[in-house]
């Protein structure tokens, strides 16, 4: 006779968690929530601002009938973590050799020095050739204020970048990576 | 003969800067841009966060055909001063003895807390019978957590609320106030 409970076999889970299928917005936003529950920081993505032609008030209240989306021109993401101000922009390339400087609105990397400028922490989290990396944006600014080309290529994303892993829970643990780069010491 | 020129009369602008039309929310966007012109701080106003049920591809790009407004669970203004994050939220009301806390949305006093826990400057910019005030969140969250009452009493917002007053450039200065509360010695 045998005791089901005693020779029941370990279940074994083989998550590879670089292979879930979310995107890195997904990431991000799940990471977010995950700080936010954990009282680690509070991180949010801003709302794209939409502009609103035509609207309607109906028994739900204000219903937007025409409305298009406007081009941002601060970074997707902002809030505080220990005490810094932090905002980033996340981006994601199927290019291999090199990112595209188009890949950022107008206003945004003149933001990006401004954020520096009154002392937040400020940088880009970009997926590319499988890889998620943080970019600082003092790094990111050095190089546009260095070179005229339209695009930044993958051996200075390489060199400079600081990798981000992704894992279980948070699925992009990218404050660590902020911890080691701005708050040590 | 006269001199046109010369015996022109001064032309007397009496300008009252707190009678230009402008509501809260105006007078503190105008202040921002202000802020962020001559490099003073990056505060914004965040997107009403939207949900859309229905959406079109026009050659204008994609076009909102039925959306919605979303409550926020954040406050409307955040960003950076002096190197300090800073988030607040604008309330008018027409009550004049007591503000009441439903102007408030669901989660909005809640994450008041949370933004003090990280080490944010977190207040409500208030107008009250004509007055606008700075009320700090820590003075807010003392009060809720210190009575059961819907509504805030105007006697309460006169003791602890600091004046900001309208003025020409910026409309409403209130960072100024921030400076005396929070970042003075």
Chains 1, 2 share one sequence.
Do not use: W
Not at 43 to 72: D, L, Q
């Amino acid at each position: 006779m045998q005791y089901p409970n005693k020779i029941k076999k370990k279940t074994e889970k083989v998550i590879n968690y670089s292979n879930r299928g979310m995107n890195l917005e997904n990431l991000i936003n799940e990471s977010n929530e995950y700080y936010v529950e954990k009282d680690i920081a509070l991180i949010y993505k801003k709302p794209t601002p939409i502009g609103i032609s035509e609207a309607v008030y109906t028994n739900r209240g204000r219903v937007i009938k025409n409305g298009y989306f406007k081009a941002p021109s601060t970074l997707d993401y902002n809030g505080i973590y220990k005490g810094k101000y932090i905002e980033f922009e996340a981006k994601e390339t199927q290019n291999k050799t090199s990112f595209p400087l188009a890949n950022f609105h107008e206003h945004q990397l003149k933001y990006i020095k401004k954020v520096l400028h009154h002392g937040g922490i400020c940088f880009v989290i970009l997926k590319m050739n499988g890889i998620i990396y943080l970019i600082r944006g003092s790094d990111l600014i050095d190089f546009i204020d260095h070179n005229s080309r339209k695009s930044i290529p993958y051996s200075f994303i390489e060199e400079n970048g600081f990798v981000i892993k992704e894992q279980y829970i948070p699925a992009l643990d990218y404050l660590k990576v902020v911890d080691e780069i701005y708050l040590k010491g």
